[in-house]
């Protein structure tokens, strides 16, 4: 069983910066993902990461912004997000799963979500 606990989120202004924390416990070698879901629309994938951290994939729309990251001496991953804006807010999510590379779906294990709010 794995569980992740997130940290991090808040209120910025546009333009502004902040860091998501996923810290992971059980399972060691898995994948990780973030997704976020605005108000009144469906979850979307943003960042994945493979166990490792060699390889890594983006949202078009974030990619340039956000670096997903990860420190497997602390199983804890990061997604630091710079040049925020308003459209960025939502509840984000990182998620687990199996595998070795960096997956967009199929996910098996969520965090609790933390709230991203950018102000304009």
């Known amino acids: 069983q794995v569980q992740l606990v997130q940290s991090g989120g808040g209120l910025v202004q546009a333009g502004g910066s902040l860091r998501l924390s996923c810290a992971t416990s059980?399972?060691?070698?898995?994948?990780v993902g973030w997704f976020r879901q605005a108000p009144g629309k469906e979850r979307h994938f943003v960042a994945a990461?493979?166990?490792?951290?060699?390889?890594?994939f983006y949202l078009d729309s974030v990619r340039g912004r956000f670096t997903i990251s990860r420190d497997n001496t602390i199983n804890t991953v990061f997604l630091q997000m710079n040049s925020l804006k308003p459209e960025d807010t939502a509840v984000y999510y990182c998620?687990?799963?199996?595998?070795?590379?960096?997956?967009?779906?199929?996910?098996?294990?969520w965090g609790q979500g933390t709230q991203v709010t950018v102000s304009s």
């Open positions: 998620a687990a799963r199996g595998g070795t590379n960096y997956y967009i779906d199929h996910y098996d294990y």
């Open positions: 059980g399972r060691t070698f898995y994948a």
């Open positions: 990461i493979s166990w490792n951290g060699d390889s890594a």
